[in-house]
């Protein structure tokens, strides 16, 4: 059971380059979401989606890109990165988000990134 | 929009202490209401849930009761193990979203 898997777990980017953060699940899950979580901030959500082919913007977008060809993948791109993006990022999946007794999120292991 | 405000740490307690952690939401609609809780170096898992008012949540000795006249949350553990030093997150679910409280240190000593 791999469950959520999420790579790098460490990444050091220099200012203005841009990298992708890949996520993968193995459960079939429909929807998948990105957050970043920030010392004393909790999860903020960048970016997520309902289904393959289907996303929407969370509550920090900027400077984030994501698209969802299929099921299984979630890719985030960092377009041109910024030491405000220093952060570390988690993909989460969930069986559902509309049905009340299948809504568990399950996290990765989180991707530590610090741009310099 | 909706958010979650949950009592600030760092909260240390000896070994069998009782801990409660505040959380509180404001959210349109009826939202579900989660406990996660992240261990050091690991992602989030689910401690407890509850989809609707005066449910009560319960997992590990971990309790919280879904109280809308209030709009609260609460966890409550009667008594705590080194093992559960953790980061406690408060969070609901509305309209697709999950939302996080800040995040609450708890370090259990022996």
């Known amino acids: 059971n791999a469950g959520v898997t999420q790579t790098p777990k460490f990444q050091v980017l220099k200012t203005g380059q841009s990298m992708t953060l890949q996520c993968a699940q193995d459960?079939?899950?429909?929807?998948m979401s990105w957050y970043r979580q920030d010392p004393g901030m909790g999860l903020r959500l960048i970016h997520y989606?309902?289904?393959?082919?289907?996303?929407d913007q969370g509550e920090v977008p900027n400077g984030y890109n994501v698209s969802r060809s299929t099921t299984e993948d979630f890719p985030l791109r960092l377009l041109s990165a910024a030491p405000s993006q220093t952060s570390v990022y988690f993909c989460?999946?969930?069986?559902?988000?509309?049905?009340?007794?299948?809504?568990?999120?399950?996290f990765g292991q989180g991707t530590r990134l610090t741009v310099v | 929009g909706d958010s979650v405000t949950q009592m600030e740490g760092p909260v240390t307690l000896s070994e069998e202490a009782f801990l409660t952690i505040n959380c509180t939401y404001t959210?349109?609609?009826?939202?579900?209401l989660f406990w996660y809780v992240q261990y050091p170096g690991e992602g989030l898992q689910l401690l407890l849930k509850?989809?609707?008012?005066?449910d009560k949540g319960s997992n590990k000795g971990f309790e919280a009761t879904y109280r809308k006249e209030t709009t609260s949350f609460h966890l409550e553990k009667g008594s705590v193990q080194v093992s559960d030093s953790a980061v406690y997150f408060c969070a609901l679910l509305n309209d697709y979203k999950l939302s996080f409280g800040a995040g609450t240190t708890v370090t259990v000593r022996a």
């Open positions: 989606s309902v289904g393959a082919g289907i996303t």
């Open positions: 989460a999946s969930s069986y559902s988000f509309t049905d009340r007794l299948n809504t568990e999120a399950f």
């Open positions: 459960m079939n899950h429909e929807y």
């Open positions: 959210a349109t609609g009826y939202p579900s």
């Open positions: 509850a989809t609707k008012a005066d």
